[in-house]
């Protein structure tokens, strides 16, 4: 045994027997500064531990810091937990461009520490008589251990501090992960590790567990891919004996405990056996990221998860053990009574989706020249010569996608399923055997390159090869709970993935293997080992059965569902017939049993097979056939230089650096701190930042290049400034990658009584550190900053055209819909080769007009942007009533038919209703309903489509954001070519669109009191109701925006903890706050499946009533933890190019340019107190007072418990009824806004 790096001699016996594992840092990406080493326990855990030296600020005196900033014993105690805390877990995040109100969340978090547990056990692994057992512990064991009883306790602590946490079961194993601000980490990893040492199991948490799965399978219920995915599992010709994947992974209330106690089992006993068999310390592994050095890693893993059981306490583990999956003598999941036949399925939603499904071996043990990436790469391809294009021009379909999912029902230790799924038209679904037919020629000819020409051809594997090279290489730093379950999945035990390459197995090709690749097509591509799935909403809809005969899930009561049995295939398959498929002709529909899915079973012909059979023979497509190999990649990207800063600022290595310097003051000299903010290369000179904002340039007496990092963190450094008039020293290095030397709290302001202290607000960014204009006419407003933080050749460029006829009526916004997905649709070939190459686009309507977006490397991202906005521009300036030069009528009869058809999937499920009728409702320009959009086009055609899209794009005024690799001379560049397009497309266009001409983005100003509006889903299969309390403030202002950003951390956990896991009212329980078109707001949600909405409304009232006295009562020390939580939220560090682009990027399109407001907010966070925050809750929050204005939205649901209330209206009327509700809230408001903010 190796005793591990760092541990002391006091350690414990454990800890000096702690085997190192191999070195990752050598598989690192050149831009991960992090420091790895893997540890073997004694017990058996593997843990990787990862310091983050970007959250490590502190030069040298780290012991200190860890002794400051590590919990002790009594805070991770529970009894000192106040319950009134936030939910860390629900942390805001910004909604996407298609909200047209301009709506969204505040998001944040200083670079923080985490840690996942994967557990090498899931829903394959449930017994029989307790499906989703695997499922059902997950919940269990976050309701409290014998070393922290209380069930909320993990929680709380999280929610005291800012933090999030949640799990999540695959097929093979189970992942728990948090996040935690760096100074919590012990002691959240001391709470983390007890689910796995001493859970409590407790019989008194069951029965609310059991509910919140049972909520939680009600909302995946109406999820076709879910349905589907359960269908496959019942159908696939094998009982649960013969193969674990025919079992039901979900769980729900009825296969947990119904069933089990009517066979004689007790649920919770066999819980705790299934835990006492799977939970053990060989078959976990753990990550742990955080920003201290690896040898305190260590040691707070060890003091941790040492007492974790080990299966076999007297053996000993090694590194080179192998472990063998139980599934994978299980083999492939169908049989040959589940191949061969096609499913036709009735949807819930209108949809048409064609999906092909081959069994193939387990690919985790072909890591290294991922055959099945190769493959998805060529049938799934978009361009020219692929399948797709070929399925396009024929009008069959719209889209396509191929490979082997992530997911493991689709990848797994025993199998894999590689499926193509194809995006189907009206007239595609009556020739889906044709596009079958042409999926087999296109493995044909791959087959014929295998075999007669030598292979494929070698450049397209290079080519992917170099592709996947630059995405490693480049890649994004991940946020650290995303960066510790990515790592955790790939440490899953089962799928063995070699320690030393944890960090780049999934994302790099190592090896071409065109023998397995030959296999692949030649023994599994094949029309006997293939799977057909037809969803058609042609078919009917899944609720036309259920009301038509009774057949459906609704009908059937929970006690007479055959869990236990799957579907007989032979018996029930219909005889083959090659006629178009006729429902009614067919019969009545067999009824997958748990989810309620309608479909018939058929037997394919000998004709059909045999037909396939010789298309898949090796062999060139026909002359006539535009099938091919993909042609090279022009976007592949070979510049990966960065643009050199200004000479003005310019890297050095004391930028950002905390320093103190020696000042004369009188006859004294004084030392003062500071902050290194900028570096002027030209003169030599330094800006420094001091407390009190004064900020003062000083000229280093040394050249820059006798500044290393080695000499500058030496103890004893120290350097002269000004001729040597003043000497400084390093306090605090700035780490690559590290925005500004920001410590981890600032001892000046002992303010807070545990300890911790509030954390420094970093000082104002030069004005050249911040955006500022290259172009700045009524045309176009482009705003410029170049990337000194990421040190990556990625850019983006985004822009929006605000247009004057924007959204002016629903025919209007139904048009720019239309617009946005036929310019999407026609540039499919040129987007997709772009985006293979880790080059992003999208374009999207929203409340001003149309966004674009480009991203990813700078080398070709103008190329990508031209054509789109070249291509968008087209239709401007257009009164032939045509559509422009290479657009195909054809083409927008599909872009039409799928709109259609998204238009008519509106209105479905109550989450979404909700969310749209209160949107709706506060906005006033611009907002039209899915009904109204549909009705609006009922007899569109391709004239008034033109002038509707003309006029549109009449008079512009563009505003757009230039970030990433890319000079000010690019920027500018960038700015010619957009003006260039502008004019050319509209030579007589005026002079753009004046800012005071955008339209307008109104928010009406509630009525004071309570506003209520109920509506429903035209869903009859809807079995949840949905509450929205929407509580509006008012104008935005910084103070304002603080009280209801600490309200909301502080009542979200308590709000989630007492409905969601007290009284069970269901999964989905949700507070934020709201910002929409410079309103602020408050919005609570509900999700429920066994509750009426007046239940709900009057829960969520009694809650709020309660924690008005929760808040009043809270310790001050708790109250304060969340002021500092909050804080540190604020003060994010962005992850990426793209989360910084997005927080500058609202800015623009809110009109705010507030480029630090979150410096604003934590300076003006620092001075409230207690009794302002309850003066705004019971000024804005609280039922009783009659001063707050507050709009409920409540959709009841269409079926079961929660159904009690739903108005009377047919579900054919429901969208003319949810309409109603919103034009009679707009009528009482009498066109009372706030008037334009921004």
């Known amino acids: 045994m190796v005793k591990g790096k760092g541990v002391t001699d006091a350690s414990t016996t454990a800890a000096t027997a702690v085997v190192e594992g191999p070195d990752l840092n050598a598989s690192r990406s050149p831009f991960d500064k992090k420091i790895y080493r893997q540890i073997l326990l004694p017990n058996g855990l593997r843990a990787v531990l990862v310091s983050d030296v970007v959250a490590m600020t502190q030069a040298y005196n780290l012991g200190g810091i860890l002794d400051d900033f590590s919990d002790d014993d009594d805070d ?84 005291k501090h800012g933090g999030s946490d949640n799990a999540y079961t695959e097929n093979e194993h189970t992942v728990f992960h948090f996040e935690i601000p760096q100074e919590q980490l012990s002691g959240a990893l001391d709470l983390f590790a007890q689910f796995f040492v001493s859970p409590l199991l407790n019989e008194s948490c069951v029965e609310r567990e059991l509910k919140a799965i049972e909520s939680e399978f009600m909302l995946a219920k109406n999820s076709d891919s879910s349905r589907l995915q359960q269908l496959m599992a019942y159908t696939c010709g094998r009982s649960f004996e013969e193969h674990p994947a025919s079992k039901f992974g979900w769980g729900n209330y009825h296969s947990l405990k119904t069933l089990p106690e009517k066979e004689g089992h007790d649920p919770l006993k066999m819980l705790r056996t299934f835990y006492d068999e799977h939970h053990y310390a060989s078959n976990m592994r753990l990550a742990v990221v955080g920003g201290y050095p690896l040898d305190y890693l260590q040691e707070q893993v060890l003091k941790f998860f040492s007492d974790i059981k080990s299966k076999d306490p007297l053996g000993s583990y090694t590194w080179d053990q192998h472990y063998e999956s139980p599934m994978k003598s299980y083999g492939l999941p169908m049989t040959e009574s589940g191949l061969k036949k096609i499913f036709y399925v009735a949807p819930v ?88 037919t042409e999926l087999y020629r296109y493995v044909g000819m791959l087959r014929h390159y295998c075999r007669e020409e030598g292979g494929l051809p070698a450049w397209i594997y290079e080519e992917l090869r170099s592709i996947y090279e630059v995405a490693h290489r480049y890649a994004d730093e991940e946020p650290p709970e995303d960066f510790v379950v990515d790592l955790a999945e790939e440490m899953s035990p089962w799928f063995n993935t070699p320690p030393e390459r944890l960090l780049d197995a999934s994302g790099l090709l190592f090896d071409y293997d065109p023998g397995t690749v030959q296999n692949l097509l030649d023994n ?59 429902p ?94 900028q570096y002027n290369g030209t003169k030599n000179q330094i800006l420094c930042a001091y407390e009190d904002e004064d900020e003062k340039w000083h000229r ?34 700035a780490l690559e990658g590290e925005r500004a030397s920001l410590k981890f709290g600032d001892e000046s302001d002992w303010d807070v009584e545990d300890g911790k202290a509030f954390p420094a607000i970093p000082p104002k960014a030069p004005p050249d550190r911040l955006p500022k204009l290259v172009a700045n006419t009524n045309e176009l407003k482009l705003w410029h900053v170049q990337d000194r933080v990421f040190k990556r050749p990625i850019a983006e460029l985004r822009l929006q055209l605000n247009c004057a006829e924007a959204n002016k009526t629903a025919l209007h916004a139904a048009c720019a819909d239309l617009l946005v997905n036929l310019v999407c649709d026609h540039l499919t070939e040129v987007t997709y080769m772009a985006s293979v190459c880790e080059i992003g686009s999208s374009l999207c309507t929203n409340d001003g007009g149309l966004a674009m977006r480009v991203h990813g490397f700078s080398d070709k991202l103008m190329d990508l942007f031209v054509v789109l906005l070249e291509t968008l521009l087209g239709f401007r300036n257009n009164d032939t009533g045509a559509l422009p030069e290479g657009f195909c009528e054809r083409r927008f009869g599909l872009v039409l038919e799928n709109y259609r058809r998204s238009c008519h999937n509106s209105g479905m499920k109550a989450k979404a209703i909700a969310s749209g009728v209160r949107i709706r409702s506060i906005c006033r320009n611009g907002s039209y309903s899915a009904r109204q959009k549909l009705e609006a086009i009922r007899t569109l055609g391709v004239p008034a489509f033109a002038e509707a899209a003309s006029g549109l794009l009449a008079r512009i005024g563009a505003e757009g954001l230039h970030t ?275």
Request: aromatic share 8%; with cysteine.
């Open 76 to 159: 991770s105690d529970c009894m000192d937990v106040d319950e009134a805390k936030s939910e860390g877990g629900e942390t805001s995040g910004s909604l996407s461009e298609s909200y047209d109100e301009g709506e969204k969340e505040e998001a944040g978090g200083l670079r923080n520490a985490a840690a996942a547990m994967v557990v090498g056990v899931g829903s394959l692994y449930d017994p029989k008589e307790c499906q989703g057992m695997a499922h059902f512990l997950e919940h269990l064991l976050f309701m409290g251990s014998e070393k922290y009883p209380e069930e909320n306790c993990y929680d709380a602590y999280m929610s």
């Open 349 to 436: 939603r209108d949809r048409h989706s064609l999906s092909v499904t081959w069994q193939i071996p387990p690919q985790n043990v072909n890591w290294k020249a991922k055959p099945c990436d190769y493959l998805a790469h060529l049938i799934g391809h978009e361009a020219k010569g692929s399948l797709l294009a070929f399925l396009k021009s024929k009008s069959w379909a719209s889209g396509l996608c191929a490979g082997v999912g992530d997911e493991g029902t689709e990848n797994s230790t025993a199998y894999a399923l590689f499926t193509v799924t194809i995006n189907l038209s009206e007239e595609g679904v009556e020739h889906w055997r044709d596009v079958v």
């Open 524 to 582: 599994f591509f094949s029309p006997s080992n293939a799977r057909i799935d037809l969803s058609s909403s042609q078919f009917g809809r899944s609720s036309k059965y259920e009301e038509t005969n009774g057949s459906g899930s609704a009908s059937v009561p929970p006690s007479v569902v055959d869990y236990y049995n799957n579907f007989d295939l032979e018996q029930n398959a219909l005889p083959p017939s090659d006629e178009l498929f006729d």
């Open 584 to 677: 009614a002709g067919a019969g009545p529909p067999h009824i997958e049993p748990i989810f309620g899915t309608p479909f018939w079973c058929q037997r394919l012909s000998a004709s059909l097979l045999e037909e396939w059979t010789h298309r898949a023979e090796p062999g060139l497509p026909p002359s006539s056939s535009p099938l091919a190999l993909p042609q090279r990649n022009g976007f592949v990207p070979t510049d990966f230089s960065l643009k050199p800063l200004p000479p003005a600022d310019c890297d050095h290595p004391l930028l950002n650096c905390s320093i103190k310097l020696q000042i004369p003051v009188g006859k004294r000299k004084e030392w003062f701190p500071a902050t290194v903010t």
């Open 700 to 733: 280093l007496d040394v050249p820059s290049s006798e500044l290393k990092h080695g000499r500058l963190t030496s103890p004893d450094f120290e350097g002269s400034l000004d001729g040597k008039k003043i000497k400084y020293r390093i306090v605090s290095m």
């Open 964 to 1238: 990433g690799n890319a000079s000010s001379r690019d920027a500018v560049g960038a700015g010619e070519a957009v003006l260039r397009l502008l004019k050319a497309s509209s030579p007589g266009s005026g002079g753009g669109l004046p800012r005071k001409k955008y339209p307008g983005r109104l928010v009406y100003k509630l009525p004071a009191g309570t506003t209520e509006r109920t509506c429903v889903s035209k869903n009859p299969g809807e079995s949840n109701a949905a509450v929205e309390f929407y509580l509006q403030v008012g104008r935005d202002d910084t103070r304002v925006r603080v009280l209801v950003d600490l309200l909301v951390e502080l009542m979200n956990e308590p709000m989630y903890h007492q409905i969601r896991t007290r009284d069970q009212f269901g999964y989905s329980v949700a507070c934020a706050s709201r910002w929409t078109n410079g309103v602020i707001g408050l919005h609570l949600s509900v999700v429920s499946a066994s509750r009426p909405v007046g239940e709900i409304r009057d829960r969520i009232d009694r809650f709020l009533r309660d924690f008005r006295f929760s808040l009043a009562e809270m310790a001050p020390e708790v109250f304060t933890g969340h002021m500092v939580g909050l804080a540190k939220e604020k003060l994010h560090m962005a992850n990426s190019l793209a989360e910084e682009t997005t927080d500058l990027w609202e800015e623009i399109r809110d009109g705010r340019y507030l480029w630090e407001a979150h410096r604003e907010e934590v300076a003006c966070l620092k001075t409230v107190t207690r009794e302002e925050v309850l003066e705004a809750y019971d000024r804005y929050v609280s039922p009783d007072q009659g001063t707050a204005r507050r709009l409920i939205v409540s959709v009841a649901a269409s079926d079961g418990p929660a159904s009690a209330g739903r108005p009377g209206v047919e579900f054919e009327a429901a969208g003319a009824h949810n309409d109603g509700c919103v034009e009679s809230f707009h009528a009482l408001c009498k066109n009372q806004t706030y008037g334009k903010i921004y």
